[in-house]
Nanobody, 129 residues
C-alpha cells in the first residue's frame, strides 16, 4: 500500500508559477510510474503529465506542454510538477497518482488513467486573471 500526499497548491495570478509536490510513503517508490491529473468543477479528471519510474521518460498533455515539467526524486520518494506561465484555465484540483510498474521497463509510462493504482487527496490550484 502506498499513500500519496500532495502539497504546493494555492492562489496565483495568471503568468505566475507554482510547484506541486507529491510525497509517497513506503520503500518501493522507485518501482512506480507516477502521474499528475487535474479536475475542474463539473469536469472529468484529465491527464496532465506522467513520468517513468526511472525518470527517463515523460509525457504531457498538449495543453500544458512547454509550460509544465514533471520530475521525481526517488531518494526523497517525491514527484514534482513545476507549473509556469499559469493560465486561468489551469484552475483545478491537482492529483498525483502511482502505477505499480514492478515488472515494467524503466522507461514505461502509463497510457490510461485506469492503469494507476493509488491516488492522493488532491491540492487546489487557482489562477486568477
Amino acid at each position: 500500500q502506498v499513500q500519496l500526499v500532495e502539497s504546493g497548491g494555492g492562489l496565483v495570478q495568471a503568468g505566475g508559477s507554482l510547484r506541486l509536490s507529491c510525497a509517497a510513503s513506503g520503500r518501493t517508490f522507485s518501482n512506480y510510474a507516477m502521474g499528475w491529473f487535474r479536475q475542474a468543477p463539473g469536469k472529468e479528471r484529465d491527464f496532465v503529465a506522467t513520468i517513468s519510474k526511472s525518470g527517463g521518460s515523460t509525457r504531457y498533455a498538449d495543453s500544458v506542454k512547454g509550460r509544465f515539467t514533471i520530475s521525481r526524486d526517488n531518494a526523497k520518494n517525491t514527484v514534482y510538477l513545476q507549473m509556469n506561465s499559469l493560465k486561468p484555465e489551469d484552475t483545478a484540483v491537482y492529483y498525483c497518482a502511482g502505477d505499480r510498474a514492478y515488472s515494467r521497463s524503466n522507461t514505461f509510462i502509463p497510457s490510461e488513467i485506469g492503469e494507476y493504482d493509488y491516488w492522493g487527496q488532491g491540492t487546489q490550484v487557482t489562477v486568477s486573471s
